[in-house]
C-alpha cells in the first residue's frame, strides 16, 4: 500500500506540460489597426482569421510536444487564377504564446519553405 501511495504522489508532483488548444482563441498584432487570430474549434480544426484582409481560413492542426503545425487550405481567388494554395505554418507553444518558426506551401507536391516575419501569437481565451 505504501508503495502504491509513493507511486500516486510521484506521479501528481510531475509537471504537466501538455496543454489543450481545443475551444481557445489566440491573437497577433499586424499593424497598429490590424490583428489575425487563430481559434482551435476542437482537438483537430481551427479558423485562421485576418482583419486586415477580412478573410478567414480554416484547416486542422497537428500538436506533437510544443510544436503546433497548422495546415490550411487558401480557396481559389481571382487573383491568383482560382487556384487552390495549401500552406503550412508550425508554431513553437511556450507560456501560452505561439511562436512561429516555419511557414511553407505546397508547390509542385513538395513542401517549400516561405520567408516570414518572426510573430507571437497571445493566448485569449479558453471557453
Known amino acids: 500500500m505504501k508503495v502504491i501511495v509513493n507511486i500516486l504522489f510521484i506521479l501528481l508532483a510531475l509537471p504537466v ?4 488548444l481545443e475551444k481557445s ?3 497577433c498584432r499586424v499593424s497598429s489597426s ?3 487570430t487563430i ?3 476542437n482537438n483537430r480544426h481551427f479558423l485562421y482569421y485576418s482583419s486586415e484582409i477580412d478573410f478567414t481560413t480554416k484547416g486542422y ?3 506533437r510536444g510544443n510544436i503546433v503545425q497548422l495546415i490550411e487550405k487558401d480557396d481559389s481567388h481571382d487573383e491568383d487564377n482560382k487556384k487552390n494554395g495549401y500552406y ?3 508554431f513553437k507553444l511556450s507560456n501560452n504564446k505561439l511562436y512561429l518558426i516555419c511557414s511553407e506551401e505546397l508547390v509542385n507536391k513538395k513542401w517549400r519553405k516561405l520567408r516570414f516575419k518572426h510573430i507571437i501569437f497571445y493566448k485569449l481565451s479558453c471557453k
Open 34 to 36: 490590424a490583428t489575425d
Open 39 to 41: 481559434i482551435f474549434i
Open 25 to 27: 482563441k489566440w491573437i
Open 17 to 20: 506540460t501538455a496543454i489543450k
Open 88 to 90: 503550412r505554418d508550425s
Open 61 to 63: 492542426y497537428i500538436m
